[in-house]
């Protein structure tokens, strides 16, 4: 008699093309889903996947069973979401974060799905948005929180929030008592977020003015350098106010008053079309929610400072 887990098996050996990826994917061992893919082609009677130079790609008949067992797996997804209780979503979500997420709400999210689904693991992994583009792309994770949204085939976005982006430097530069022009910003080094992604290209392209002499650019995948690095009063961050609320509230940071503007960061929740992925999309909401709100309060406190 067929059963789910081998089915669930030759799905993510055919969507992977290797018995090693889905056993990364399903947390199993290989030899593990070579007994399930025997088992389900004795219960077939027929061959379903070629495995030639090490890639395992389906047969005729493996193509066949490939449709059939991506509405298997999306009907039982949808099944267990809407008539079982929470606990019945369980397994490991692989999740990809960008590091201002990190800064804002991800303890939030974590403590959530905690409490919602208490049968389900997050293996979180946090890096800039171009390499985890990639590690999605290679479904080697599951979810994405990215500067978004992404417009690879296959992939579905949910607007997460959009961040402001603010000028914050240390009161002991004296930039605090009134508008700050462009110029005066110059003459200080400029600290953001690292090469080869979009906010480090467009605070670039904010200075390249002939006007304006040339600017020292210090980048940083790490959020947590760029802030001690701005609150010693070593330049002039230019990353989401959101993330430095503390830093605000205490004096150690202020939001500085300049007509140089630049267009907020749009975060979205990504992850790649799937038969599965029911327990991706209760989470990718439960971030929307978490996001809104904690983006409602962190506007107030910047408004204050």
Not at 49 to 70: C, F, I, K, W
Request: aromatic share 6%.
């Amino acid at each position: 008699m067929l059963d789910f887990r081998s089915i669930e098996t030759f799905l993510w050996v055919v969507k992977l093309g290797s018995f090693r990826g889905a056993a990364a994917r399903l947390n199993t061992t290989q030899p593990a889903i070579s007994q399930r893919i025997a088992q389900l082609e004795r219960e077939m009677g027929v061959k379903l996947l070629n495995r030639d130079h090490r890639v395992a790609s389906p047969t005729p008949s493996g193509r066949q069973m490939m449709v059939y067992a991506e509405k298997l797996i999306g009907l039982r997804a949808a099944m267990m979401a809407e008539v079982g209780d929470r606990s019945a979503m369980r397994g490991v979500m692989r999740l990809g974060v960008a590091e201002t997420i990190v800064h804002t709400w991800l303890p939030r999210l974590v403590k959530s799905v905690n409490e919602v689904y208490p049968n389900l693991s997050l293996e979180i992994e946090v890096d800039i948005t171009p390499n985890l583009t990639a590690r999605l792309l290679a479904q080697e994770i599951e979810l994405a929180f990215v500067v978004g949204p992404l417009s690879a085939s296959g992939v579905h976005n949910r607007v997460l929030a959009d961040y402001p982006i603010g000028f914050l430097a240390s009161p002991s530069l004296g930039l605090g008592k009134g508008p700050v022009t462009p110029a005066e910003l110059a003459r200080f080094p400029i600290i953001t977020f690292p090469r080869k992604t979009r906010p480090y290209e467009v605070v670039r392209e904010v200075f390249d003015r002939p006007e304006l002499p040339p600017i020292r650019l210090h980048a940083s995948a790490s959020l947590a350098t760029v802030i001690h690095m701005a609150v010693e009063g070593l330049g002039i961050a230019v990353i989401p106010s959101a993330i430095v609320e503390n830093e605000l509230a205490h004096g150690r940071l202020q939001l500085l008053d300049t007509d140089l503007n630049i267009a907020p960061l749009t975060f979205t929740a990504s992850w790649l079309a799937s038969p599965d992925v029911v327990a991706v999309e209760r989470v990718a909401e439960l971030a929307r929610q978490i996001a809104q709100s904690s983006l409602a309060v962190d506007a107030a406190v910047t408004a204050r400072h």
